[in-house]
């Protein structure tokens, strides 16, 4: 017992140490080759520590080489900047002056309730508020908000109807609302196929944020049915 304990305490140290020596973006913003590597010491570090037959060097010494490994990449991620690009990835622009770029979301495995998510976190609740957004090289979400004016107030949350060329139900339920209404909307802003529109979204006044696939994003103000609140 009293062995594990003394070789659990040296692997801890020399871990504290080598996490210190990798600087502060290693334990904030991680690139993806710093995750793998980051997994691979923590894996490396439990072998020693829970089987005494083997040696403690061995596990020190490989965690030392993940650590020179480390600095190798970081060095060459700093000096060449095709490599950086190759070995951290580049940001991704999944919104711009014309809306949401479908093909950058998709690229990155993503959806346009990933994304609405993302804006929530964000403090933005409605696809208009902002110019640009995008994801950064590690995951973080960034956003520029627009500068004609201020955020509207609203009387509730927007809400995702339609995503990727289908209704959402709950959301449909949730607004009281139903296909009848939005077939009207769409049949109004001279859209003939649900399959054609990527997003549209409502809130509480009427507002409806609408894109379709190749095609630059919309608003406009519908009457909401009776009844219709949440």
Known sequence: MGLIFLRTAIVFVALLIVMRL??????GEMQPFELVITLLIAELA???????????????VSVLTIFLLHQLLLLADLKCKPFKAALGGKPSVVINKNGIDIPQ????????????????????FSLDEVAYA????????????REDGPREARGSLPVLIVGDGKYEEKNL??????????????????IRSLRKV?????????????????????????????????
Do not use: H
Request: aromatic share 10%; with cysteine; charged share 20%.
């Open 22 to 27: 990798m600087g502060k973006r290693q334990i």
């Open 46 to 60: 439990c072998i020693p520590m829970a089987d005494t037959s083997i040696p403690l060097l061995y596990g020190l």
């Open 105 to 124: 979301l998709r690229k990155n495995s993503l959806d346009v309730s990933d994304l609405i998510e993302s804006m929530r976190g964000a403090g933005y």
């Open 134 to 145: 995008l994801y950064e090289a590690n995951g973080k979400f960034s956003a520029m908000p």
């Open 173 to 190: 339920a949730l607004t009281k609302t139903g296909r009848p209404f939005f077939d009207a909307v769409l049949k109004q802003q001279n």
């Open 198 to 230: 990527y997003v549209l979204t409502l809130d509480g006044t009427g507002k409806v944020y609408l894109q379709c696939r190749g095609e630059k994003f919309r608003t406009f103000r519908v009457a909401l049915p009776e009844g219709c609140a949440w």
